[in-house]
């Protein structure tokens, strides 16, 4: 089972690579920004992308449902089983709009309402992030194939009793997401857009990634299954589970605090 989600992380992997080529595609030749019905931004980028990535999943996971971005916002709602795949095309639309190249794309697969496997690419970047039951990232270039020689293991940093590196969203931070990552111990701030945020973490960059502000189930899914393969974790601020498939509240998610590695925490991580 374990090294079955390791595999599928491989193949999200190559899908992202796919998609990144539309996506990169409208990057650099110039877009027009439209506004979806619950204001935010979004390019040809997204949907040509989305279309890609769930031609692909179609065929690696076929009949597994999928709650993605913009079939979403198009009004198309699927039936969540125990497994379902998230997808966000472009995270950090905002990010790309500003082409300050924070964006990624990013699938997970849910199972038991805990995200096992899952792949976040930063095509701009050239940097891919993939968590099965091992973490890896490494360079890859938009439409090449995952290549091993470049790829590393990825582990979160053991949590620091100070000093702390707080990674918080460059568009949307708040005063009350400052004010607790303060209270965790934080002496250092980093901005940054999209998924990238848990990749920071789970590659030791940064100690913890508090959010306060709406985030939607795609939008955190990859990122969430990167870090806890790298060893660290994803809770609500009071420490209680962050679960997926709320349907109920339309798989929109509460805050939620991103942590590396707790002090006591064993080398190996298990999963529910
Ligand atoms: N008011 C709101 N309601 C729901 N989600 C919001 C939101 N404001 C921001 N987000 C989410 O935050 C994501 C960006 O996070 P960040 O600021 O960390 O880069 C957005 O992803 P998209 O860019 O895919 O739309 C969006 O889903
Ligand atoms: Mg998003």
Redesign the pocket.
Known sequence: MSLEHDALARSFADICLKAAIEVMDVYDSGFVVTSKD?R???TAA?TRAEAVILEALAKVMPGVPVLA?ESFSAGFRPDIEREFLLV?P???????INRNG??TINIALISGRVPVAGCVYAPALKRIYLGGRAGLSGDAAPGSRLDDATLAPLKARVMPETERVAVM?????DERTRAFALSQGAAAAVN????L?FCLVAEGKADLYP?F????E??TGAGHAVLIAAGGSVTGPDGSPFLYGKTEQGY?NGCFVARGRLPSAPDSHVRL
């Open positions: 619950d935010s931004p979004v997204d971005e966000d472009v995270d950090g639309t905002k990010e790309f924070e964006f969203s460059r568009s949307h931070a940054a857009g999209s998924s945020k959010r502000g709406p985030t939607m795609w939008d929109l």
